[in-house]
């Protein structure tokens, strides 16, 4: 498929359980695509994929394959992330990655867009899409700057097997064994996801802590968390506490949620409403419920969900790619 | 059965989850049982339960059970604890009480025998065992007490499907709507366990910070939580941090876990080793990993996992009773 004005799109990592989000929410989205070119890695290279009801053949991830491309989606490995998304910024095309390779690159901007879209405007080609527990979580902080900016921030996460793709997802099928955990997932909580580092916190973990602050440019904000990975198919929770620089009311920040694009509030303890990862599967906003004071002080809770395959990653980026092509900062090769 | 120096024992609920549990252990400890009684509802009354090789019939909770008795467990709800652990009192018997009904009250002792066995002895006939997730939750903060007393804590629970009986664990199994959560929990996640207060927390959440504050005798002691359920068949889990009066390095912590009974250090993050609910099901111990500190803070994490089911309830009654025939405070008809 090709159209003249519209932008020749390569999404690497075709195959895999974002990739495939990634296409869906493409169609959903009427996203403009002149050219599609699902690429991956050769073993799955020759597969067929559906894209707006036409059969389109995965070739195989070359630098070639870039070759006039404009847009490039990296949904696959920080390795591939590493060699491949240079080559395509030296043919012109803008990347949007969802690895975590060039997150915490200098020059890389890191990007929800209802948050910091402007980032975009000194883009120098890559552009990495937040970590899946992120996204959310940097969300309603956000939200509740707005009123107060969030000084300390204690989270704990409830994240899903998707969190760690289709072999994930795959191993809490199955119930046992696998490569996605360390352990089976199917009725038990792993407090571990990724690796540990020396200090006893995971790479998960620290990412939580390093993204937030550049998103939310708050380079001097403190954020300790656990994150856990819980058996659930899609949908990462996480309860936060979070101390503000003036307190905040609750009816203040339910308020804020409310008026923050991309949030939906969901809370009625009365009714027992609060948004539950199954609940927000499927879902492209990001749900909050169980707002409230610590007992006698200051802090609040929030209770946060994301569908960590839509906000969590596909749709962050496509939404980014949006914006890119509502500000003209994409297609660089030909408007330069 | 009937064996003159050992104690006659009543186990209201024998037939249900707790009940059946503390049997099991009963048995396991060689908890000394001159004779013993079982007794439910009507709609149990009747049907057969083994103890120690023997078979024995379960009889109808009335006042009468309990003529002398002199142990009694209520392994049931609060209306029934309400009801008949004063009968049963009244006829001279010590009551070890697993329901919410009389924790609060001034004159009954709240008990983890690793913690505050001397509150014994001042019992008035009711003691009550603390709801299950707070035992290993107020184990931890008195490991710590011991090198620094805790001053704020903030938790995040993860409570399995037991923690609401059969019921809960039945409504997991089936995967549907069900009587004991107001959703399904299979493949979900609700942050609600017990029901919703005016003030946003839930019973269970409540019961964490009065319940903890009274066990520790710390009643400025400041907790603050969210109480989840997860699909998880036995075994609580808690992310704790912890700010304790002076700072504690990870090694005091550490070896603070290590050397308090009842708790057992799993922590090595380097191999991966944490402890979980499903490898804590079925172990006595309260089991403790991830032990580290908040990044450029003192505050402590802690990882905190009890087999509900006993540390959090069955095993902590009967360690109870144990102190008790061991102080000479049970029995109490046949010693005045």
Known sequence: MSNSTSPIVCVVGATGMVG??????????????????????????????????????????????FDGADLVFFAATGALSREFAPEAVKRGAVVLDQSGRWRMEPNVPLVVPEINAD?????????????????????????????????????????SASGAGAAGTEQLREGGEG????????????????????????????KMLH???????LPDLQVTMTCTRVPVEVGHASAMLVTTKEPVSVEAARQAVSDFPGLELVDDPAAALYPTPKDTAGH???????????????????????????????????????ELLSRGLACKAKTN
Chains 1, 2 share one sequence.
């Open 119 to 159: 980032a975009l405007e000194n883009h120098q080609g890559i552009i990495a899409i937040p970590n899946c527990s992120v996204t959310g979580f940097a969300m309603v902080l956000q939200a509740l700057a707005q009123v107060s900016p969030p000084t300390d921030v204690v989270v704990t996460t409830f994240q």
């Open 20 to 65: 495939g989000v990634l296409l869906r929410l493409m169609e959903e989205r009427n996203f403009p695509v002149g050219e599609l070119r699902p690429l991956s890695s050769r073993r799955s290279a020759g597969k067929m994929i559906s894209f707006n009801g036409q059969q389109v053949a995965v070739k195989e991830l070359t630098a070639d394959a």
């Open 284 to 322: 492209d906003a990001v749900r909050v419920g169980r707002i409230r004071l610590e007992q006698g002080g200051n802090r609040l809770w929030f209770w946060q969900v994301t569908d960590n395959l839509r906000k969590g990653s596909a749709l962050n980026s496509i939404q980014i790619a949006e």
């Open 211 to 217: 993204e937030t602050r550049k998103i939310l440019d």
């Open 179 to 206: 490569r996605a955990f360390p352990r089976p997932l199917l009725g038990d909580v792993l407090p571990q996801c990724e690796t540990f580092l020396e200090n006893g916190y995971t790479t998960e973990e620290e």
